[in-house]
């Protein structure tokens, strides 16, 4: 049986999806590491059941458990017997990329219901300010194919872009300056735009969900590695943040189109380079990054 095949059979089952949990081969299909299996292995809480005999039944019901379209599932982590640590994390990034709503859903279930996620935008470039964006989502916001803006055409982040306005509750920018980049350095720099575009956001998030970063705000944060990938939330944020900062590099092309902009974004390209030696630069450049910096530095000593 498939994936398909298992949902149809469970769902002939008259019985309360809590009162059981899926377990092996029928897990792995699921979630998503083996594609078929042939018996349905199903743990109950009580001895009250009685199945046909495409199931297997086991007494071994476990809580630590994934829900998937309302059913159970026993984790990876309990079902396999797996001594390295890096695979089964490679196996939960797999799930978790074909289930990217998992971690709003765990929270409203604890309670909350303005779920903001945060991510920013800019952090390599050599010009301009670093940009990040928090979104707020409701709880049936849909919108198939949005995942990290690096992953998408820039026709894809633009239509998502006004779609994400569109359905949001709440979403707010947050944009630190390259001169402000260079008083406090670029990770300081990021923390300071997310708060912003957090304190931007009407209503402001009762949780903050972001990617990898730790930030020191009044509400629960949750940093997620990969988040951009992960949580669909930290996703809609990317979006923002990436066509909010890149129309202001395209305006920016406009002055300087020596500088290539509207192609590289602010990022050293050998095109980028090559103009810097040629023209110099410009007060939108970061003077504290490297390029910049030996620029600089060269011209002191002529």
Request: with cysteine; proline share 4%.
């Amino acid at each position: 049986m498939n994936k398909k095949e298992i949902f149809e059979k469970l769902n002939k089952l008259e019985i309360d999806k809590n009162n059981y949990i899926v377990v092996g081969d029928a897990s792995l299909v699921c979630q998503g590491i083996i594609k078929e299996c042939d018996i349905i292995d199903i743990a109950f809480k009580d001895d009250s059941f009685e199945l046909d005999d495409s199931f297997r039944v086991s007494s071994n019901y476990s809580s630590n458990y994934i829900e998937l379209k309302g059913y159970h599932f026993l984790r990876l982590d309990n079902y396999l017997d797996i001594s390295d640590k890096k695979i089964i994390k490679k196996i939960e990034l797999k799930l978790d990329l074909e289930d990217t709503y998992k971690n709003e859903r765990e929270l409203r279930k604890e309670g909350y219901t303005l779920i903001g996620g945060v991510d920013e935008v800019g952090r390599g470039p050599l010009v301009g300010p670093v940009v990040a964006a928090c979104v707020v989502l409701p709880e049936k916001f849909s919108l198939e194919g949005l995942t990290d803006s690096k992953k998408l055409s820039e026709a894809k982040r633009d239509y998502f872009f006004e779609e994400i306005k569109k359905q949001a509750i709440a979403y707010g920018v947050g944009i630190v300056s390259e001169k402000r980049i260079d008083e406090i350095n670029i990770y300081e720099a990021t923390k300071e735009a997310m708060i912003m575009a957090i304190n931007n956001c009407n209503p402001k998030p009762e949780y903050v969900l972001t990617d990898a970063m730790k930030l020191d705000l009044d509400v629960p944060v949750k940093p997620i590695i990969k988040g951009d990938l992960r949580s669909i939330t930290i996703s809609a944020a990317s979006v923002i943040a990436k066509v909010t900062r890149d129309k202001m590099l395209y305006e920016l092309d406009k002055k300087y189109p020596m500088y290539d902009f509207k192609n590289n974004v602010g990022y050293p390209t050998k095109k980028h380079l090559e103009a810097i030696d040629k023209y110099g630069i410009i007060p939108e450049h970061r003077k504290s990054y490297g390029p910049v910096k030996e620029y600089l530095e060269k011209s002191v000593k002529q």
